[in-house]
């Protein structure tokens, strides 16, 4: 164990640059034995040692990378497979239980290629290939068993039988993992990409939207906020209560819009000198606004 400690200070470990030295390093650091791992858990679960965290966890990676390795095949970053990895293992080592009669590694493994598959279904295509709990064992076995052409029924009806799906759910799968994203964009012509023959290349399209007039849609703004600060003027020539009068009226929500008889209670007058106020106070706003 204090070897592993000696290696934390000396590598340099979170400086690392290339891929290839991330590995070699975390290769160098040497496995737990049983008696060690269980003292690192007790002083991880009895003391909350974040010392002993950091231990467990370099003495894993190389367990993460050799699981990532078999990943390698969907076109997907080492890199970012390892570090996916190394998440699913951190979350294993804050469930372990200290009861369980197994190693550390044998509880970790389902946790690391757990984060692995979420992090490959999410990028091995631009729409996401699996969504539900069938769709995700087809994809990844299929993977295994595909080879060049498509199924047979035979093949079709042995497949659904082994992983206790339906015929339709395999055929579908099938489908979806033998389509490729296609480039919607033209490469430059300075570009030199082996794969661009293998690939269906569509020149840049544009949609026009016919309902949209930006020239009008300013127009509009601009007017709206010009007569909006010309009645806020207008209004200022009016009496408080002629004021008062308008926005209760008229500038409230509609739900808030008070009936000229509550009005007459409000201010203790009729509803007829109320509507005489409100027209002659609409007519004064109309020629300021207009002036």
Known sequence: MKNIKNKVLTSGFLNIGSLDTYVRVANSFPMLTEKQEKSLLNKLFFRNDIEAVK??????LRFVIYIAKNYSGYGLPKADLIQEGNIGLMKAIRRFNINFNVRLVSFAVHWIKSEIHEYVLRNWRIVKVATTKSQRKLFFNLRKKKRLGWFNTDEINIVATQLGVTQREVQEMESRMSTQDITLDYLPNDVNCDYVSNRN??????LEDKKSNFALDIEQNNWERHATHKLSDALLILDERSQQIIKRRWLYQDHNK?????????????AERVRQLEKNAMKKLKLAIEA
Not at 55 to 60: A, G, N, P, V
Not at 201 to 206: A, C, G, S
Not at 258 to 270: E, K, N, V
Request: aromatic share 8%; no cysteine.
């Open 55 to 60: 231990l467990l966890i370099l003495s894993h």
């Open 201 to 206: 290349l569509m020149p840049t399209i544009y």
């Open 258 to 270: 008070i009936t000229l008889q509550s009005l007459a209670r409000d201010y203790g007058i009729s």
